[in-house]
């Protein structure tokens, strides 16, 4: 029989809060963590956007040595700190004995694109010998995940999974299954993004993805909303810690949830644009609960990839209507990122921590900013308000361009 693979510890820096209890606090009271942008000018970079959902108060010196810090960029200090809140609460010590079968797999859609735009006008301006030598592991995606090795002195299989922005969702489900393989026995997995830039805003924007609700940012984004305009960008990190059931047990670490399964697809339609009836993320969201062995009836909430733009959420409601059947309408679904912003390939790390604690606790989480119901998306999308509801299984979807779907199915440990 399979052995089931737990979780023991989790870790996160996001725009609602700098630890996971902070954040889910937030998410449960419907908070947003929209504001106008302050890590730059937005409006000296003459953008259309000029909000954005960062990370605030954030000290990389409360988590590392502030020397080292400095050649870090600010995803790689987000990794570390939400690595380090993992540890702790999951009390895996690392020694010598184990530390090479304890994998890393933090996950990074873009890297380092603040260091690395900042290099580029350096290079322009003052010319290459002015150029930081500590830039490329500064930009490098695989930042996050070697950083952290580094840091804790791990030195299991170590990598980052680059799936656009269901890289987080991969990198877990990749973890996962390198665990029930016996590969290694414990992992730290997740993702890290930090792309509220100006070249990250303008590219965002220019594909059309974006709200531009400048001066209406406490009412934005609106996943599911008729009135929706796009997806408001966020950064941060969230790590889990992942161990085998005998071993967690073994030393009495206490179980949070059992990562029970992984489903991954592609499109195979579009580089930006979803399959219009959802097909690939139905796939997806199927074989993951054939991963965990569950059925349909079991699913008690769904953590929607949920952007607010308007190709995207019509087509996730059509792809759970595709795999769940009539039961689509009867099981509450949200989208957090109506309060973290899309936090590119790290919210789906974000977003199985929610899971996890919406399982824990009772409580789903809302969809905020939902005012004008959508004919299209036409499901039980908990409107503005955290719903009190006992649930045994939870699934998280994140899709991403290029065409990914992943997966995971989160079962209440018992």
């Keep these: 029989m399979q052995e089931r693979i737990v979780i023991t510890g989790m870790g996160t820096v996001n725009p609602l809060g700098l630890s996971v209890t902070e954040s889910w606090r937030s998410a449960v009271e419907g908070n947003s963590g929209v504001a106008p942008i302050t890590l730059f000018d937005s409006h000296a970079a003459k953008l259309n956007v000029h909000i954005a959902a960062e990370v605030k108060n954030f000290k990389p010196e409360d988590f590392m040595d502030f020397k080292e810090s400095r050649r870090r960029d600010r995803f790689e200090q987000f990794t570390v700190a939400s690595a380090r809140q993992a540890l702790e609460q999951s009390g895996l010590q690392v020694t010598e004995a184990n530390a090479g079968r304890i994998g890393v797999i933090i996950s990074s859609a873009i890297g380092g694109l603040q260091s690395l735009q900042e290099a580029i006008l350096t290079n322009h301006i003052e010319g290459p010998r002015r150029v930081t030598p500590f830039l490329i592991p500064m930009l490098m995606a695989n930042g996050g995940a070697g950083m952290t090795a580094i840091e804790f002195g791990i030195k299991g299989p170590c990598f980052s999974v680059a799936s656009a922005c269901a890289s987080g969702s991969d990198g877990i489900g990749t973890a996962l299954m390198m665990l029930r393989t016996g590969m290694i026995d414990a992992a730290l997995t997740g993702a890290s993004e930090a792309?509220?830039?100006?070249?990250?805003?303008?590219?965002?924007?220019?594909?059309?993805?974006?709200?531009?609700?400048?001066?209406?940012?406490?009412?934005?984004?609106?996943?599911?909303?008729?009135?929706?305009?796009?997806?408001v960008m966020g950064e941060g990190a969230a790590v889990l810690v992942l161990e085998r059931e005998a071993d967690a047990k073994a030393r009495g670490a206490n179980i949070l949830a059992e990562l029970a399964g992984y489903g991954a697809t592609a499109d195979a339609y579009h580089v930006t644009a979803p399959q219009e009836n959802g097909e690939g993320g139905a796939a997806a969201i199927r074989m993951a609960l054939?991963?965990?062995?569950?059925?349909?009836?079991?699913?008690?909430?769904?953590?929607?990839?949920?952007?607010?733009?308007?190709?995207?959420?019509?087509?996730?409601?059509?792809a759970i209507k595709s795999a769940l059947g009539d039961l689509a309408y009867k099981t509450p679904i949200s989208s957090t990122k109506s309060m973290t912003g899309h936090m590119m390939g790290a919210t789906g790390a974000l977003e199985?921590?929610?899971?996890?604690?919406?399982?824990?606790?009772?409580?789903?989480?809302?969809?905020?900013?939902?005012?004008?119901?959508?004919?299209?998306?036409?499901?039980?999308?908990?409107?503005?308000?955290?719903?009190?509801?006992?649930?045994?299984?939870?699934?998280?979807?994140?899709?991403?361009?290029?065409?990914?779907?992943?997966?995971?199915?989160?079962?209440?440990?018992?």
């Excluded at 100006?198 to 609700?213: I, L, Y």
């Excluded at 965990?292 to 996730?316: K, M, S």
Aim: with cysteine; proline share 6%.
């Design 195 to 231: 792309t509220i830039t100006s070249t990250g805003v303008a590219a965002f924007d220019r594909v059309g993805a974006m709200s531009r609700q400048n001066e209406n940012y406490s009412l934005v984004p609106k996943p599911v909303d008729k009135d929706r305009d796009g997806l």
């Design 290 to 318: 054939a991963s965990a062995r569950a059925n349909v009836e079991e699913v008690g909430y769904i953590n929607a990839h949920g952007t607010g733009t308007p190709l995207n959420d019509q087509a996730e409601t059509r």
């Design 352 to 414: 199985t921590i929610f899971c996890v604690q919406a399982i824990r606790d009772g409580v789903l989480p809302p969809t905020v900013h939902y005012e004008t119901p959508d004919p299209e998306c036409d499901l039980d999308y908990i409107p503005n308000k955290a719903r009190e509801v006992n649930i045994s299984l939870a699934v998280s979807n994140a899709f991403g361009f290029g065409g990914h779907n992943a997966v995971l199915a989160i079962r209440k440990y018992s």
